[in-house]
């Protein structure tokens, strides 16, 4: 079983940036496929960002540019450094690994 816990979310300015983490448990972190996701109200839960084992990473066209995945196996963490962020970027952002997932950090972005 892994457990996972965001934290880093909260309200930013349009064009601001947050650093949103995903801490792990369990001792096979460094093999894991990690991802981001978030829903806005009203929508589906949406893939935003993975990193594999191996650091390779994959963007939604939407945050492409903006967002960047990144993942620290030694403290079992994973990063989404998110820049120049739009009001439609607000949403709750899950960490995702295998089946499990975390309770989510609300990300709100407003003037």
């Known amino acids: 079983q892994v457990q996972l816990v965001e934290s880093g979310g909260g309200l930013a300015q349009p064009g601001g940036s947050l650093r949103l983490s995903c801490a792990a448990s369990g001792s096979i972190f460094s093999i894991l496929t990690m991802s981001w996701y978030r829903q806005a109200p009203g929508k589906q839960r949406d893939l935003v960002a993975t990193?594999?084992?191996?650091?390779?990473?994959n963007y939604a066209d939407s945050v492409k540019g903006r967002f960047t995945i990144s993942r620290d196996n030694a403290k079992r963490t994973v990063y989404l450094q998110m820049n120049s962020l739009k009001p439609e970027d607000t949403a709750v952002y899950y960490c995702?690994?295998?089946?499990?997932w975390g309770r989510g950090t609300q990300v709100t972005v407003s003037s």
């Open positions: 995702k690994a295998i089946g499990f």
């Open positions: 990193i594999t084992s191996a650091g390779i990473t």
